[in-house]
T-cell receptor, first 113, second 113 residues
Framework: DTEVTQTPKHLVMGMTNKKSLKCEQH?????MYWYKQKAKKPPELMFV???????INESVPSRFSPECPNSSLLNLHLHALQPEDSALYLC????????????FGSGTRLTVV | DQQVKQNSPSLSVQEGRISILNCDYT??????FLWYKKYPAEGPTFLIS?????DKNEDGRFTVFLNKSAKHLSLHIVPSQPGDSAVYFC????????????FGSGTQLTVLP
């Protein structure tokens, strides 16, 4: 298995909703990442988990809450989002933090209404 | 301040010809450079990388050239095929414990049949 799987592929949520994005990999990678990508912009790093511990938080608002329950899973819990949070959310993994050549998932297209 | 820049948002090339995508960077601490390819509604796919100690890396139809003195790298695709049409992101990793990926803004390549 050489993939990073993200679910759901599409999500529409209201500003008062609570939802979660899920990311899963079975490559034995010990670093996992959340990126946010707006249209016509490069992916921007949000969080890094290394060996299931939060390593980097790029000053992301608290309405985004990451969780790494085990070495294969990475969640992103969403609460009280704003319409400007609508974007493609990408999960990636690598053998260890900083190792060259991340593997990206296909992303979750999030729309906040 | 954009540390990785792709100044051409789009490029059109005839099938069979060479595609040259360019990237400039400002941070001398970058020691690895990567190219990712992205189709709509999919995550970025790793294409090819180059270490800062090299000036060329080749993989099939794809060659990356690095000019450290000019802080410039380029991706050559020869021959270009219609299936190569995608957004190409240049990315860089810096030395140090964090070693996070910094992406350029991307170049949309269109290969015309």
């Amino acid at each position: 298995d050489t993939e990073v799987t993200q679910t759901p592929k599409h999500l529409v949520m209201g500003m008062t909703n609570k939802k979660s994005l899920k990311c899963e990999q079975h490559m034995g990678h010990r670093a996992m990442y959340w990126y946010k990508q707006k249209a016509k912009k490069p992916p921007e790093l949000m969080f890094v988990y290394s060996y299931e511990k939060l390593s980097i938080n790029e000053s992301v608002p608290s309405r985004f809450s990451p969780e790494c329950p085990n070495s294969s899973l990475l969640n992103l819990h969403l609460h009280a989002l704003q319409p400007e949070d609508s974007a493609l959310y990408l999960c990636a993994s690598s053998q260890r933090q900083g190792v060259v050549g991340y593997t990206f998932g296909s992303g979750t297209r999030l729309t906040v209404v | 301040d954009q540390q990785v820049k792709q100044n051409s948002p789009s490029l059109s090339v005839q099938e069979g010809r060479i595609s040259i995508l360019n990237c400039d960077y400002t941070n001398s601490m970058f020691d690895y450079f990567l190219w990712y390819k992205k189709y709509p509604a999919e995550g970025p796919t790793f294409l090819i990388s180059i270490s800062s100690i090299k000036d060329k890396n080749e993989d099939g139809r794809f060659t990356v050239f690095l000019n450290k003195s000019a802080k410039h790298l380029s991706l050559h695709i020869v021959p270009s095929q219609p299936g190569d049409s995608a957004v190409y992101f240049c990315a860089a990793q810096s030395s140090g414990s964090a070693r996070q990926l910094t992406f350029g803004s991307g170049t949309q390549l269109t290969v015309l049949p």
